[in-house]
Nanobody, 112 residues
């Protein structure tokens, strides 16, 4: 059974940076879209960034230029580097595999 385990969330001041990590059990993620979603209180879950295949990525306009998604196949890990964080980035961030399997989520809070 494939499992996703996220880490790296926390509290940071506006303008700061965080890096989220998602370890995927099994090597299947190398051939399936893997990405990050987020859900703020009272809002719907939304796509942040996804690696579709190879080096092809899709990044939400709201974070483009600030967030970068990458992966390390040797470590079965997907990363989300978040720079220039804003209070509106505050949310629970979820790792997702092929839009079918979800991690437990990690809280990111950005203070103004």
């Amino acid at each position: 059974q494939v499992q996703l385990v996220e880490s790296g969330g926390g509290l940071v001041q506006a303008g700061g940076s965080l890096r989220l990590s998602c370890v995927v059990s099994g090597s299947i993620f190398r051939i399936l879209p893997t990405g990050w979603y987020r859900q703020a209180p009272g809002k719907q879950r939304e796509l942040v960034a996804v690696i579709i295949s190879g080096d092809t990525t899709n990044v939400a306009d709201s974070v483009k230029g600030r967030f970068t998604i990458s992966r390390d196949n040797a470590k079965n890990t997907v990363y989300l580097q978040m720079n220039s964080l804003k209070p509106e980035d505050t949310a629970v961030y979820y790792c997702n595999l092929d839009q079918r399997i979800w991690g437990q989520g990690t809280q990111v809070t950005v203070s103004s």
